[in-house]
């Protein structure tokens, strides 16, 4: 077919590339550990795109000017760069756990740039089909075992739209994949801290291991889910339990950010 292999030959001709939008962080440390390594490894795994990247936070760029006195782009920024660059065909990948208001924000700045340029797509979160649950828990669960008497508590952030069940959904497949030792949580939405404590309660147990599912180690998730006084730490504590907390972005696993970088291929291929 004579003119479906112009219209391939076209795309293989196109300057490519790939843009990283993700909330940010102002713990310099913490993104090159998660984001620098994801970029790196999307430069490694797609050598015919240019990697891009972008904080959606303006607050967090700010601070980076700031006190790194680095320059972090905008998504805007970004597409920006890319036109004037000559970039003709773009991947966006969301760094996000789920479909939550961040990242249909990033979805809606897509869709006022797809015109501009000739072929625009638009990646997956992390948690996006039943695969990737799999393959969350799993990681969880080899990175971070358990003794007998022991709980797992995940929380996340959560969000308020439609998209929360995705963490009840996260909870179904520990226990379908015979991790009976966990609770899932979030701080905005659903499941709660009241269903947290009622599942633990379930559970018998004394101790728990309190592993934050964020990919991207943050100031508000040190304050929220782990400050002693003041986050579910404190929270859990008042409520008789021993808590050990976990210091440590999801990102910072490579099978995690595996599982994204299979986004950015399964765009590539739509």
């Known amino acids: 077919m004579p003119g479906l292999e112009k219209v391939m030959r076209e795309e293989w001709n196109m300057k490519k590339g790939i843009l990283l939008v993700s909330f940010g962080s102002g713990n310099k440390e913490a993104v090159e550990e998660t984001l620098g390594k994801l970029k790196k490894e999307a430069e490694e795994r797609f050598p015919t795109y240019a990697i891009y990247q972008a904080f959606t936070s303006g607050q967090i760029r700010e601070k980076w000017r700031e006190i790194y006195q680095i320059s972090v782009d905008s998504p805007e920024q970004a597409f920006c760069n890319m036109q004037q660059e000559g970039i003709e065909q773009v991947v966006v990948q969301p760094v996000y756990v789920v479909q939550g208001q961040e990242f249909e924000k990033v979805r809606g700045q897509v869709e006022m740039w797809r015109k501009q340029f000739r072929l625009l797509k638009f990646g997956k979160p992390l948690l996006s089909q039943e695969e990737d649950y799999k393959r969350c828990v799993h990681v969880i669960g080899n990175r971070w075992p358990v003794e007998s008497g022991k709980s797992r508590v995940i929380v996340g952030y959560g969000t308020k739209e439609s998209s929360q069940s995705a963490y009840g959904m996260l909870e179904y497949t520990f226990r379908m994949l015979g991790y009976s030792d966990v609770a899932v949580g979030t701080l905005s939405g ?8 009622w599942n633990l309660k379930q559970q018998k147990t004394e101790t728990i291991e309190m592993i934050p599912f964020l990919l991207i180690r943050g100031e508000k998730a040190e304050r929220e889910i782990l400050h002693s006084e003041t ?18 972005g999801l990102l910072e696993l490579e099978e995690i950010r595996r599982i994204l970088l299979d986004h950015i291929e399964e765009a590539i291929e739509e």
Not at 238 to 245: D, K, L
Request: net charge negative.
């Open 190 to 197: 659903y499941p709660a801290i009241q269903e947290v404590l």
């Open 231 to 248: 986050g579910w730490t404190a929270r859990l504590q008042e409520e008789g339990y021993q808590v050990e907390r976990v210091r440590s």
